[in-house]
C-alpha cells in the first residue's frame, strides 16, 4: 500500500497526513445529474480510525465524467472499491467495466446513521474514528445541518432524516455501513485485494 503524503486542502488546520500508512482506502458514492454525484475518498488506519480526505460534490456531471474523476480518485489515492448507491445498477456495473470495484453500498438507513455516529464517538484514546479533512466542505455543510423531519402530529422528529442536501451523508453512510457490514474489521483486506 503506497503511503499518503499530501497537504490536503489548502486551509490553515486542513487534516496534515504525512506518512498515513492506510490499510485500505475506500470511497462512498452518491449518484446524481439534477442532485449532486458524490465520491467521498476515505483512508482507513491500522486502528480502524477512518479518514474522509477529499470528496467530489458536483451537479449536472455525466456518467462518463463521473467515472473519470473516480478514476483520477483511485490513481491519486489508491481507492481499492467504491460502495455505491445501490438504486443504479447500470452505473455500478460502467464502473466495474471501467476498471473500478464498485459494488452496491448497504443502504439500510437507521443501521448506517447508527454506525456513522458510532464511528463519531470518542474511541479509547479520546478521539473519534472517524475524521474529516476541512477540504470535504460540502460533508461537513451537508453533516451540520442534517436533521429529522418533524411529525404531521407536532409530536417531535420522526425517526427518519430529511431527505434533502444530503448526498454528502449518504455517501458517508453507504461507505461507513458496508464496511462494517461486508468486512470484518483486520480481517476485511484479503477479501477484495
Not at 73 to 78: A, P, S
Not at 125 to 150: A, F, H, M, T, W
Amino acid at each position: 500500500m503506497r503511503k499518503i503524503k499530501k497537504r490536503l486542502g489548502d486551509q490553515p488546520g486542513s487534516l496534515l497526513i504525512n506518512d498515513l500508512l492506510p490499510k485500505s482506502v475506500i470511497a462512498g458514492v452518491d449518484f446524481g445529474y439534477s442532485n449532486p454525484a458524490v465520491i467521498l475518498v476515505i483512508a482507513i488506519d491500522n486502528d480502524d480510525v477512518y479518514y474522509v480526505i477529499d470528496e467530489l460534490y458536483q451537479a449536472e456531471l455525466t456518467v462518463r465524467d463521473f467515472i473519470v474523476k473516480g478514476k483520477e480518485f483511485k490513481e491519486l489515492y489508491g481507492v481499492e472499491i467504491f460502495f455505491a448507491d445501490p438504486s443504479e445498477p447500470g452505473i455500478i456495473a460502467e464502473m466495474n467495466n471501467e476498471g473500478l470495484y464498485t459494488v452496491p453500498a448497504k443502504n439500510n438507513i437507521l443501521p448506517g446513521i447508527s454506525a456513522v455516529c458510532e464511528k463519531l464517538k470518542l474511541n479509547s484514546k479520546g478521539s473519534p474514528s472517524l475524521v474529516i479533512d476541512k477540504k470535504c466542505r460540502q460533508l461537513i455543510k451537508e453533516l451540520e445541518n442534517y436533521r429529522y423531519s418533524e411529525r404531521a402530529d407536532g409530536g417531535g422528529p420522526t425517526e427518519l432524516p430529511v431527505k434533502t442536501d444530503d448526498h454528502a451523508c449518504d455517501a458517508l453512510r453507504y461507505a461507513v455501513y458496508s464496511m462494517k457490514k461486508m468486512f470484518k474489521p483486520k480481517s476485511y483486506k484479503a477479501k477484495w485485494l
